[in-house]
């Protein structure tokens, strides 16, 4: 029989180029944010945080952007390496509450 | 740090024995996940403890599946009986902060199981 699976969006970029991944996250009480990058037979990685009272933050070679107006996470990659490939989740929190998104595969083309 | 240590790292079993994996967090963590991942699924967060009290077991699909944390440096995730559909990738996680919440969690290699 036909096996339904969870359909990942796929973001396909040329080497060297800059990636934009992109999440809606559901509660807009949320006040913490995590994205993770996980790669094929690993555990999730944490990559970088942002708390609701910014809208931006920078780490090495990657930015967090939090728009909670329309609650909207992004998470940019500058100058995409192959090491980049994975899939890449958010995460948002509230209190003991927290979600995982289901994730978007990226994939460096040469 | 050795990071957050599971065991054993794949399983093959056969449908109707038991099943248990085993969780290491990370010293000094008080917080404790376990994850199981599916292509149908994505990733489902199944029960979690903090301070080795569980907090939310709301994820646990069924009576067949307990989870235990005896002390803070160890957990175990049970299946008893096991089903074909239980086969997944089990991912422990740890993190240190308040109880429940989001915080950074550090995941483990996974187990990866087979119900056959």
């Known amino acids: 029989g036909e096996s339904v699976g969870l359909h990942l969006p796929t973001l396909s970029v040329q080497e060297g180029d800059n990636s934009i991944i992109n999440c809606a996250y559901s509660?807009?009480?949320?006040?913490?944010f995590i994205w993770y990058k996980q790669e094929s037979g690993k555990g999730p990685q944490f990559i970088i945080d942002?708390?609701?009272?910014?809208d931006k933050r920078q780490g090495q070679r990657v930015t967090v952007l939090l728009n909670k107006t329309v609650k909207h996470l992004s998470l940019q990659i500058a100058a995409t390496q192959p090491g980049d490939s994975a899939v890449y989740f958010c995460?948002?929190?509230?209190?003991?509450?927290?979600?995982f998104g289901p994730g978007t595969r990226l994939s460096v083309l040469p | 740090d050795a990071g957050v240590i599971q065991s054993p790292r794949h399983e093959v079993t056969e449908m109707g024995q038991e099943v248990t994996l085993r969780c290491k967090p990370i010293?000094?963590?008080?917080?404790l996940f376990w994850y199981r991942q599916t292509m149908m699924r994505g990733l489902e967060l199944l029960i979690y403890?903090?301070?080795?009290?569980?907090?939310?077991d709301s994820g646990m699909p069924e009576d067949r599946f307990s989870a235990k944390m005896p002390n803070a440096s160890f957990s175990t995730l049970k299946i008893q009986p096991s089903e074909p559909r239980d086969s997944a990738v089990y991912f422990c996680?740890?993190?240190?902060?308040?109880?429940?919440?989001?915080?950074?969690?550090?995941f483990g290699p996974g187990t990866r199981l087979t119900v056959t």
């Open positions: 996680a740890s993190s240190f902060g308040l109880a429940g919440g989001l915080i950074e969690q550090y």
């Open positions: 509660n807009s009480a949320s006040d913490y």
């Open positions: 942002i708390r609701s009272n910014m």
């Open positions: 995460a948002e929190s509230y209190g003991q509450n927290f979600v």
């Open positions: 010293s000094g963590h008080n917080s």
């Open positions: 403890f903090n301070n080795n009290v569980p907090i939310d």
